[in-house]
């Protein structure tokens, strides 16, 4: 598995924006597929972003689309995640995920095997 460290949290007010990173510590993301979750405590982790492996192929939930942009920086082994427009329900741990070669993305979490630890994002005036 991979050893994925996200950062780029923080406190943003509404409609400001943000991007998150993804890095792998150790390894390159060349061949895996790639995505960004969201979980809120106590509720289930929500799938909000892909990428698939080529690059040329993504996907956005319904609760973002438009707002959020996802993109991989080939050398510097990094997958961003733009968000734009925030509102006060953004507000989470956000997570990326990394899996194995995919021609299209998925946006389900048993797709995924490797996890970084997660950012804290907060929305709030």
């Known amino acids: 598995q991979l050893q994925l460290v996200e950062s780029g949290g923080g406190l943003v007010q509404p409609g400001g924006s943000l991007r998150l990173s993804c890095t792998a510590s150790e390894s390159t993301l060349d061949t895996y597929s790639l995505g960004w979750f969201r979980q809120v405590p106590g509720r289930e982790r929500e799938g909000i972003s892909c990428?698939?492996?080529?690059?040329?192929?993504?996907g956005y939930s319904d609760s973002v689309k438009d707002r959020f942009t996802i993109s991989r920086d080939w050398a510097k082994n990094t997958v961003y995640l733009r968000m734009d427009s925030l509102k006060p329900e953004d507000t989470a741990i956000y997570y990326c995920?990394?899996?194995?070669?995919?021609?299209?993305?998925?946006?389900?979490?048993?797709?995924?095997?490797?996890w970084g630890q997660g950012t804290q994002v907060t929305v709030s005036s």
């Open positions: 990428i698939n492996t080529p690059g040329d192929r993504t």
């Open positions: 995920a990394a899996g194995g070669f995919r021609a299209y993305c998925s946006l389900v979490e048993t797709t995924y095997d490797s």
